[in-house]
């Protein structure tokens, strides 16, 4: 391990140096390029040095124990040597993991599609619910949403909705979620006081930037349009909404969220360069998801992943078996302890995948 920990850090000083020469501050792209290896690697680089010291330390102790003859500094040294094995223990674990590659997307913003499935108009509904579960998460953990397009239920909620959102890691917490949500419910389209099974489906992508993706403005054909949502009069009557169709693919964005034009359009390029980027995306997901047994964050966007039961107040998500029952606090944004633990099963099967 100590091998591969400096030919880590031999890459760590050469990408250093790299980003002090000229020609590399002068090539934007490469120097992002560089700047994120940088950024990914001091982690593991600060993991080094301690695991470093801890083995210098291990080495002095054995070495007090050989040579010194005072059986008070032996036993001191002795106990030093129980403590330093065991943290040099816990060091390699947590060094494997961070040695194993992270998702390259992991850091990025995130566009997030929520759409209603089978169950007609409580299927709109249930698409409405969880995207106020997730706006209430997104609140806590300080994120910013722009909504970039959505088509009302005819009773309430979304048939569609699709949100940019923007943070630190959005992409790396949120992709778990993308998958099949159903609920078990009685609706309130429903007279008869039945339980009902309703399905929303979500998606979620990362951002692509601009050095991800070359879209070329030729490429594009842009109609306006007068705005259907909400936001008074003059986003009803200008042309202010915006509808991108990329010809070489047929790939159709609108957004109609801002009063301004120009805001709709940019908006609207965001998500456009990232579906043009899920297609290559995509591959990159299922040759993952071929080498996996139990993939936690699967290409296969068609999988049931959680189901939300709201006669025993349950939630339960079935690619790790983890159930709770208090369905109010987590349709109010309590998401941390599931993302964590479907993090945590994730983790564990990298690791089990990279010793293997």
Same mark, same amino acid.
């Given at each position: 391990m100590l091998e591969k920990l400096e030919a880590i850090n031999e890459?760590?000083?050469?990408?250093?140096?790299?980003?002090?020469?000229?020609?590399v501050m002068n090539d934007m792209k490469r120097y992002v390029k560089l700047s994120k290896d940088y950024k990914d690697l001091q982690p593991v680089i600060a993991a080094y040095k301690e695991y470093k010291t801890t083995l210098e330390n291990i080495d002095s102790a054995k070495q007090v124990l050989n040579t010194e003859k005072d059986e008070e500094f032996r036993d001191m040294a002795k106990e030093e040597l129980a403590l330093l094995t065991e943290k040099r223990e816990k060091m390699e674990t947590d060094i494997r993991l961070l040695l194993i590659p992270a998702d390259p997307q992991d850091n990025k913003n995130a566009v997030f599609e929520i759409r209603a499935g089978t169950g007609g108009d409580e299927a709109s509904i249930f698409a409405g619910d969880l995207y106020r579960m997730y706006i209430k998460f997104f609140e806590k953990k300080g994120w910013k949403v722009d909504v970039v397009d959505f088509t009302e239920g005819t009773v309430g909620g979304y048939k569609e909705i699709v949100l940019n959102v923007n943070g630190e890691?959005?992409?790396? +917490?949120? =992709?778990?979620?993308?998958g099949v949500h159903r609920v078990q419910r009685v609706p309130q389209t429903e007279t008869q006081g039945r339980v009902h099974t309703s399905a929303a489906s979500v998606v979620v992508l990362p951002e692509a930037e601009e050095f991800d993706v070359e879209v070329k403005m030729s490429d594009i054909r842009k109609d306006t349009f007068c705005s259907s949502g909400p936001g008074g009069q003059s986003v009803n009557t200008t042309y202010s909404a915006i509808r991108l169709t990329h010809i070489p693919t047929g790939i159709v964005?609108?957004?109609?969220?801002?009063?301004? +034009?120009? =805001?709709?359009?940019?908006?609207?390029?965001?998500?456009?360069?990232?579906?043009?980027f899920e297609l290559e995306y995509n591959k990159y997901l299922n040759e993952i998801a071929s080498k996996r047994k139990t993939m936690v964050s699967t290409g296969d966007r068609s999988a049931k992943i959680r189901t939300y039961n709201y006669p025993q107040s349950r939630v339960t998500d079935h690619r790790i078996n983890?159930?709770?029952?208090?369905?109010?606090?987590?349709?109010?944004?309590?998401?941390?302890?599931?993302?964590?633990?479907?993090q945590l099963a994730e983790n564990a099967e990298r690791l089990k995948e990279a010793v293997g």
């Open positions: 890459r760590f000083l050469e990408i250093e140096q790299q980003m002090n020469e000229p020609d890691g959005v992409y790396g +917490q949120m =992709k778990y979620e993308s964005v609108s957004c109609q969220d801002q009063k301004s +034009q120009i =805001k709709n359009f940019d908006k609207a390029m965001v998500v456009l360069r990232t579906r043009l983890y159930t709770m029952y208090n369905l109010p606090v987590f349709m109010d944004g309590d998401l941390q302890d599931i993302l964590d633990a479907l």
